[in-house]
């Protein structure tokens, strides 16, 4: 299998096992067999889940930061190689990047309309509101606050 790096690992979310990716030199998408290498780390596996931003997405390009769940601890700054199968030397190349359109983002399904609110047919009195407000009557006082501070002795009470 060739390999080619796609990203690295800048944050690990023990508790939830998600690597966080910085995706520096290529794409990744679900289905992608990636290999996470470093000091002490080497995790292969497929990718089964890609988050951006906590939306779950099925392919991410280059220059996103995406979630990705993995089997074992990963740590910061190992690197992300995206497993390839080795190109035969008689099968035809795939078409480059360029020559390929690029689709357009899938749209988000788009909220349904409110009906707008029906209006009532009773007339309105044209009668101006007074703008001032009502007085308040006086509240019963609170039991004035100790000058001590609640750790000194003398705001400390003693049980006899």
């Given at each position: 299998?060739?390999?080619?790096?796609?990203?690295?690992v800048?944050?690990?979310?023990?508790h939830?096992?998600?690597?966080?990716?910085?995706?520096?030199?290529g794409p990744?998408?679900?289905?992608?067999?990636?290999?996470?290498?470093?000091?002490?780390?080497?995790?292969?596996?497929?990718?089964?889940s890609?988050?951006?931003?906590?939306?779950?997405?099925?392919?991410?390009?280059?220059?996103?930061?995406?979630?990705?769940?993995?089997?074992?601890?990963?740590?910061?700054?190992?690197?992300?190689?995206?497993?390839?199968?080795?190109?035969?030397?008689?099968?035809?190349?795939?078409?480059?990047?360029?020559?390929?359109?690029?689709?357009?983002?899938?749209?988000r399904?788009?909220?349904k309309?409110?009906?707008?609110?029906?209006?009532?047919?009773?007339?309105?009195?044209?009668?101006?509101?007074?703008?001032?407000?009502?007085?308040?009557?006086?509240?019963?006082?609170?039991?004035?606050?100790?000058?001590?501070?609640?750790g000194?002795?003398?705001?400390?009470?003693?049980?006899?």
């Amino acid at each position: 299998m060739e390999r080619k790096k796609v990203g690295e690992v800048f944050h690990f979310f023990g508790h939830i096992g998600v690597a966080a990716i910085k995706l520096t030199d290529g794409p990744l998408a679900v289905g992608d067999t990636v290999q996470i290498q470093g000091p002490s780390t080497n995790l292969e596996q497929t990718v089964d889940s890609l988050q951006i931003e906590h939306g779950i997405v099925a392919n991410a390009a280059q220059g996103q930061e995406v979630g990705m769940k993995v089997r074992d601890r990963v740590r910061e700054k190992d690197f992300v190689y995206k497993l390839v199968p080795p190109a035969e030397p008689g099968a035809p190349k795939a078409p480059s990047k360029k020559a390929v359109a690029k689709k357009a983002p899938a749209k988000r399904p788009r909220a349904k309309k409110r009906p707008a609110k029906k209006r009532s047919t009773k007339k309105r009195s044209t009668k101006k509101r007074s703008t001032k407000r009502p007085k308040r009557t006086k509240r019963a006082s609170r039991a004035p606050r100790r000058k001590a501070r609640p750790g000194s002795r003398k705001s400390r009470r003693r049980s006899r």
